[in-house]
């Protein structure tokens, strides 16, 4: 069983800065791509950003040149550097990683979510 832990929500004022880490941890074989996505409420689950194994990201169009996705392939993390955040940016932010067993079928694994607050 493999579990995404997700840490570093909180409330920041707009302008802030937060980092947010997760944690990918069980029995695996292998991690393809990792990510971030996001949900306020009411409305749907939308892309935050993705990297690939090899280090490749994919950011929405609305967080390119603020946020920041990185990871580490040895410790099976992912990071999301955040700047500039604006209270748009408030939700919860869910950690993904699509696994790779030894047969190469692919399955996706979800975090429990972070809250993130952007407010004066």
Same mark, same amino acid.
């Given at each position: 069983?493999?579990?995404?832990?997700?840490?570093?929500?909180?409330?920041?004022?707009?302008?802030?800065?937060? /980092?947010?880490?997760?944690?990918?941890?069980?029995?695996? *074989?292998?991690?393809?791509?990792?990510?971030?996505?996001?949900?306020?409420? +009411? %409305?749907?689950?939308?892309?935050?950003?993705?990297?690939?194994?090899? +280090?490749?990201?994919?950011?929405?169009?609305?967080? %390119?040149?603020? *946020?920041?996705?990185?990871?580490?392939?040895? %410790?099976?993390?992912?990071?999301?550097?955040?700047?500039?955040? %604006?209270?748009?940016?408030?939700?919860?932010?869910?950690?993904?990683?699509?696994?790779?067993?030894?047969?190469?079928?692919? /399955?996706?694994?979800?975090?429990?979510?972070?809250?993130?607050?952007?407010?004066?």
């Amino acid at each position: 069983q493999v579990q995404l832990v997700e840490s570093g929500g909180g409330l920041v004022q707009p302008g802030g800065s937060l /980092r947010l880490s997760c944690a990918a941890s069980g029995s695996i *074989f292998s991690i393809n791509d990792m990510g971030w996505y996001r949900q306020a409420p +009411g %409305k749907q689950r939308e892309l935050v950003a993705t990297i690939t194994s090899g +280090g490749r990201t994919n950011y929405a169009n609305s967080m %390119k040149g603020r *946020f920041t996705i990185s990871r580490d392939n040895a %410790k099976n993390t992912v990071h999301l550097q955040m700047n500039g955040l %604006k209270p748009e940016d408030t939700a919860v932010y869910y950690c993904n990683a699509v696994l790779v067993n030894r047969f190469q079928y692919t /399955r996706d694994v979800w975090g429990q979510g972070t809250q993130v607050t952007v407010s004066s």
